[in-house]
């Protein structure tokens, strides 16, 4: 069954340092998303991208956030200077179409020194 | 705006016995209506979803969930549960109609089953 792969699994960047997270998406998904989860809290809702532009993002999602899609495969979370407080679980997921099932990848944990 | 309702953090089983996990939901339009699980260390895995028809779904490890739209639930059943069935389940919820319906998740219930 085809899946949502996530790369690193684990990130580990010193404070004010950039980071990118990366995601390759089913292949024939058009919808694409990225939430993350805090550790011990619920899984929140970061951004949405569609036809290579942001569709909704969330309050959290400020301007040192940024999605691209650089390929036709790849679907990247990039964080200019990182937040002790941007430590959380990562998560990438696609869809079909609005209303399918999401589906999601394994996660990237990143660890904010 | 949408919101769910988890409202047992932990739920403890016996091996064998019956549990369900309950969901409430809050939302001024119509939604889609999901359940996954995570195990350790892993992504969030569709369990079980409702679109549309009928209100009661079932997936192929036999968990269960009924759509309940005058009480806004959501709860998911499993009449005999499996060591293997340890693991956090997500209850979420997507409004129907409006943009690219984001999840809305609730803060996950924690089965734990015991031999």
């Known amino acids: 069954e085809p899946e949502v792969t996530q790369t690193p699994s684990h990130q580990v960047t010193q404070m004010g340092q950039e980071v990118i997270l990366r995601c390759v998406p089913i292949?024939?998904?058009?919808?694409f998303y990225w939430y993350r989860q805090i550790l011990g809290q619920k899984v929140e809702f970061l951004v949405s991208?569609?036809?290579?532009?942001?569709?909704?993002k969330s309050e959290i999602f400020d301007d040192q956030f940024s999605v691209e899609r650089p390929d036709g495969s790849n679907f990247t979370l990039k964080i200019r200077s990182t937040k002790l407080e941007d430590s959380a679980m990562y998560f990438c997921?696609?869809?079909?179409?609005?209303?399918?099932?999401?589906?999601f990848g394994d996660g990237t944990r990143l660890s904010i020194l | 705006a949408q919101s769910v309702t988890q409202l047992d953090s932990q739920v403890p089983v016996f091996e064998e016995a019956p549990v369900e996990l309950r969901c409430n939901y809050s939302s001024s339009v119509s939604v889609y209506l999901f359940w996954y699980v995570q195990y350790p260390n892993q992504g969030l895995q569709l369990l079980l979803k409702y679109l549309s028809g009928s209100t009661l779904v079932k997936s192929i490890n036999g968990f269960e969930a009924e759509f309940n739209k005058s009480q806004t639930s959501f709860h998911l059943r499993k009449p005999s549960v499996h060591i293997s069935d340890t693991a956090e389940y997500f209850c979420a919820v997507s409004a129907i109609g409006t943009g690219f319906q984001k999840l809305v998740f609730g803060t996950g219930t924690r089965l734990l089953v015991s031999p």
């Open positions: 292949s024939n998904h058009l919808y």
């Open positions: 991208f569609y036809n290579n532009e942001i569709s909704e």
């Open positions: 997921a696609s869809s079909e179409g609005p209303g399918q099932p999401q589906h």
